[in-house]
């Protein structure tokens, strides 16, 4: 049996990385609504998400660590497979809800310490990894695919 199809009205949670010390803070508003994409697909009224419809999503965050303050990042969602349904017969997979699927936090300007300079751990432009997971419930409680 497949998982719930993803429509317009559904939201992500992301989840930050493990990553002590740091703490990380979503500024963007959370959990991340989603708008379906599909013309051929509605399941109560919503359309049915397409894989670019979730990936498209971003969030800002800001983190601190220790004596570091101010950093700033994005952050991107990448589905995993368990996370869409085979091709459709217009040749577009569907979102299905299931596994947790990846929540990358880009640095954008990292933390600093007025003493120390820049957050060693965290340059601009590298990354750690979260999670993200659509939110139960789903407003589709019925249509499945997979």
């Given amino acids: 049996m497949g998982g719930l199809v993803v429509i317009t009205g559904d939201t992500v949670t992301i989840t930050p990385p493990n990553d002590p010390p740091a703490i990380y803070v979503l500024t963007s508003p959370t959990p991340l609504p989603i708008s379906g994409s599909s013309h051929n697909i509605k399941v109560r009224g919503g359309a049915a998400c397409l894989p670019s419809d979730v990936e498209k999503l971003t969030a800002n965050f800001t983190y601190t660590s220790e004596s570091y303050v101010g950093g700033t990042g994005t952050v991107t969602l990448k589905l995993k497979d368990g996370n869409k349904t085979k ?19 880009t640095f954008a300007v990292p933390a600093n310490d007025p003493q120390k300079g820049p957050d ?5 432009g590298s990354s750690k990894m979260g999670t993200a997971a659509f939110t139960s419930p789903t407003k589709n409680t019925f249509f499945r695919a997979g």
Avoid: E, H, Y
């Fill in 87 to 105: 091709k459709t017969k217009n040749g577009q997979p569907l979102v299905i809800n299931g596994a947790t699927f990846d929540a990358k936090f």
């Fill in 120 to 124: 060693p751990n965290r340059s601009s």
